[in-house]
């Protein structure tokens, strides 16, 4: 999966994001392409996006060996060489170090059947339209994201699982609002070079009032 990077300088980042831009590490957004990823029944694991090198799969698998003795239905989201640390959310919550993830480590929703045992269905991945999961990857460094999915079961088949859209902060440390792609026209901030500017102007217009009253 392609990633796009996107330069956020933004007061809608939440206010870790906006001092770490007046301190000079602004917010590098990786997110996904648009487009909806289907997770497809038994497919290889999809790999939505990759962290210093570690990955988060996204996976939808079922099991029918049994004929009809036995199913077993799975599917959500872990991480490969990170803790997958996350917490249902809303859209536009801050995503951070504050917000109190609930879970750790995988993240699914199961279904199972067996003539021994009866039927199991659950899992801490809701069903729903276009839910809201807040994460923290953490590994060498932390970094804070969020997925937005849609998942639902389809009898007998499996689960119905799709992945419309991912973001993350880049920078180790600084947190995210949920549902946040892009910088925010409206509200963004300047950059160093930008606050630069500004600066060496303040102090041009200082110098010609001090001059004109000398």
């Known amino acids: 999966m392609i990633q796009s990077r996107l330069k956020t300088y933004t007061l809608s980042a939440g206010a870790a994001t906006t001092l770490a831009v007046l301190n000079g590490a602004a917010a590098d957004i990786a997110s996904s392409e648009p487009g909806d990823i289907e997770i ?7 790999i939505l996006f990759s962290i210093d090198g570690k990955r988060l799969h996204a996976i939808n698998g ?3 060996s049994g004929g009809g003795s036995y199913f077993y239905a799975t599917a959500g989201f872990y991480g490969n060489g990170f803790d997958f640390n996350w917490k249902i959310v809303g859209s536009g919550v801050t995503v951070d170090n504050a917000l109190g993830f609930t879970g750790s480590e995988e993240l699914f929703r199961q279904y199972s059947y067996s003539s021994v045992s009866g039927t199991y269905s659950g899992g801490d991945l809701p069903l729903g339209t276009n839910n809201l999961v807040a994460f923290s990857a953490v590994g060498t460094e932390t970094h804070y994201g969020w997925i937005s999915y849609s998942i639902a079961y389809s009898a007998p088949d499996g689960y119905d699982f799709t992945v419309h859209s991912w973001a ?5 440390g600084e947190g995210i609002i949920a549902g946040q792609t892009t910088a925010s026209g409206s509200s963004a901030v ?3 070079g930008g606050l630069a500017a500004l600066a060496i102007g303040a102090a041009g217009v200082r110098s010609r009032r ?3 009253v000398a």
């Open 168 to 172: 993350y902060n880049d920078v180790a």
């Open 40 to 46: 497809g029944l038994n497919a290889a694991a999809t």
């Open 210 to 212: 001090q001059r004109t």
């Open 62 to 64: 079922v099991d029918s």
């Open 190 to 192: 300047p950059g160093l």
